[in-house]
C-alpha cells in the first residue's frame, strides 16, 4: 500500500509541474487592461500604419485616419521587402519624420489567432527597422501595436 500512495504522491507532482510548463509556449492576447477608466472616445484621429498579415501571400499596409483608408499597398512575403517598404510608406506618409519631434508615429499589426509566433516576430523586426534621427543618435519610427482576431 505504500508503494502506491508513494507513486501516487509522485505521479500528482510530476502533473502540477508539468502544467505550469504547458502554458508558456503561448501567448495570449486580451484587450483587458488594469488601471483607470479613461474616456475612450478620443479627441482627434492621428494617422497610423496597419500591417495585415492574415493573407497567406502578403502583407497589406494601409495607412488610416481614424476609420477612414488613406492609402493601400500591397507588398509581397518574401525576406526583405516589407521592412524596405515600411520604411518608404513612412518617409512617405510619417507624421513624425523631424529630429526634433519626440513623438512617433503609431503601427498596428494585425495578425489571425493561427499566426506562428517566429512569423508574427519576424514582421514586428521588419516594422521596427524603420529608424528615424533624433539628437542622441536613431530610434525606432513606429510605437508598435498587436491587435489579434
Known amino acids: 500500500m505504500v508503494p502506491m500512495i508513494d507513486l501516487l504522491m509522485v505521479t500528482i507532482a510530476f502533473l502540477l509541474v ?35 498579415m492574415r493573407p497567406a501571400d502578403r502583407y497589406v499596409l494601409s495607412w488610416r485616419d ?16 516589407l521592412a524596405r517598404a515600411v520604411a518608404q510608406e513612412w518617409r512617405t506618409n510619417g507624421a513624425h519624420v ?7 508615429d503609431r503601427a498596428v499589426l494585425h495578425v489571425s489567432n493561427e499566426t ?19 539628437p542622441h543618435g536613431q530610434t525606432p519610427a513606429f510605437a508598435l501595436t498587436l491587435a489579434t482576431q
Open 18 to 52: 508539468t502544467a505550469v510548463w504547458s502554458s508558456m509556449a503561448r501567448m495570449e492576447g486580451r484587450a483587458d487592461v488594469p488601471g483607470q477608466v479613461t474616456d475612450p472616445t478620443p479627441t482627434e484621429h492621428e494617422r497610423s500604419l496597419h500591417v495585415d
Open 66 to 81: 481614424g476609420n477612414v483608408v488613406v492609402s493601400t499597398r500591397d507588398v509581397a512575403r518574401d525576406g526583405t521587402s
Open 116 to 134: 506562428p509566433f517566429a512569423d508574427m516576430v519576424a514582421t514586428m523586426d521588419a516594422v521596427e527597422s524603420a529608424k528615424r534621427a533624433v
Open 98 to 104: 523631424a529630429p526634433t519631434d519626440p513623438g512617433r
